[in-house]
């Protein structure tokens, strides 16, 4: 059995040195092949890569033209691995090799999917566990699809788990999602996640936000239906707010200085206007940049790689250039112009007879 082990990486050059002997010792015995993406990194990421792969045919190197994103990374990955079993997994070594064996153990019950689940964030600021739990909770609610908690992108797939995702490709990508969409039969196996050996997080607080936002709005209507439930709650606030002025001015005669009332009802419902308004046109940006069918990522070059037999969709393989050949004609075979010139000539005359 061959095992893909699929890395994406960004600027991960004091983090590999210290991953793959890691994770030669965890699959010591097996046959495996990892596979490093790099994600438009401007450190010496690409050339530790290179040397890597030229050293060992089991490291292979897939370099994006620029930065295309974790989760389009993920999925170039999956589209060029060839194991019977893939696993997805960051370098940083908060994702511990050494709990490799047990996901193959379960692998080889008949589960699809294997996710290791977090018992323990540590490493990880107390606001990070306590909005990270908050999302997890508000999106399992407002989205028909359960998702796990405490589950992240480091994860075991079978083969035709693989196949599945594959077909999924929608431009904005929350692979958690999508296999929560799926529903393939899932084993859950807790583990503590350590700190990150070196380097810095790829996953800034703006960048969570618009993560989070992604897996929102890809799988589940519920920001266009809330400002249906906040527009009948405030109309039907106005409407009463309306009948009791009026109450007010009719039978005791008493007039209410409105300027305020007014001023506040009219931010109030502007700012719900405006809220909603921005909601449908993320929607419908997000529904037109999926209609113009762009690839996903795009690949400038590879190392130990060939082409995937499946076929890439949305998706572009950069082919290398090749050298063009010379062509040396000799004396005996350089044609002859002398009969086209006079072939013309001769078409000429009898144009003019």
């Not at 060839?82 to 370098?91: H, K, L, N, Q, S």
């Not at 999106?139 to 196949?163: E, K, P, W």
């Not at 909601?279 to 082409?307: I, M, Q």
């Not at 969709?313 to 075979?333: S, Y």
Request: aromatic share 10%.
């Amino acid at each position: 059995m061959l095992l893909s082990v699929v890395v994406p990486v960004l600027n991960e050059a004091e983090t590999i040195p210290l991953f793959l002997p890691r994770l030669r010792a965890a699959l010591h015995g097996r046959i495996w092949e990892v596979i490093f993406i790099d994600d438009g990194s401007t450190d010496a990421t690409s050339e530790i890569l290179g040397e890597l792969a030229s050293n060992d045919p089991c490291v292979k190197v897939l370099r994006f033209t620029r930065n295309f994103g974790h989760q389009a990374a993920v999925t170039a990955g999956l589209d060029f691995a060839d194991g019977d079993a893939v696993v997805v997994m960051d370098v940083d070594l908060q994702d511990p090799p050494e709990l490799l064996p047990e996901m193959l153990a379960l692998y080889e019950q008949g589960y699809d999917v294997v996710s290791p689940q977090r018992i323990s964030r540590e490493s990880e600021t107390r606001f990070k566990r306590w909005t990270a739990a908050l999302f997890y909770r508000t999106l399992s609610r407002i989205s028909s699809h359960q998702l796990t908690q405490d589950v992240g992108d480091f994860r075991l797939f079978s083969h035709r788990a693989v196949n599945a995702i594959r077909s999924l490709r929608e431009e904005h990508r929350y692979m958690r999602g999508m296999i929560a969409w799926l529903g393939m039969k899932e084993a859950l196996l807790p583990f503590r996640r350590c700190a990150r050996v070196a380097g810095e997080t790829k996953y800034p607080l703006a960048k969570m936000l618009r993560f989070a936002w992604t897996g929102i709005s890809s799988f589940s209507a519920f920001p266009l239906r809330i400002s249906i439930a906040a527009g009948s709650f405030l109309g039907g606030a106005g409407f009463l707010y309306l009948l009791w002025v009026l109450y007010l001015a009719l039978w005791t005669k008493t007039l209410i200085p409105g300027w305020a009332s007014v001023v506040a009802m009219q931010c109030t419902f502007s700012g719900m206007l405006l809220l909603a308004l921005g909601a449908v046109g993320d929607y419908v940006a997000r529904t037109y940049e999926e209609t113009k069918g762009r690839p996903l990522y795009v690949v400038n070059d590879t190392c130990n790689v060939s082409s995937p037999q499946h076929g890439l969709t949305r998706a572009v393989l950069l082919e290398k250039p090749q050298p063009r050949k010379a062509v040396v004609i000799g004396a005996d075979e350089a044609p002859d112009h002398s009969i086209e010139a006079e072939t013309t000539l001769n078409s000429l005359t009898s144009l003019r007879a």
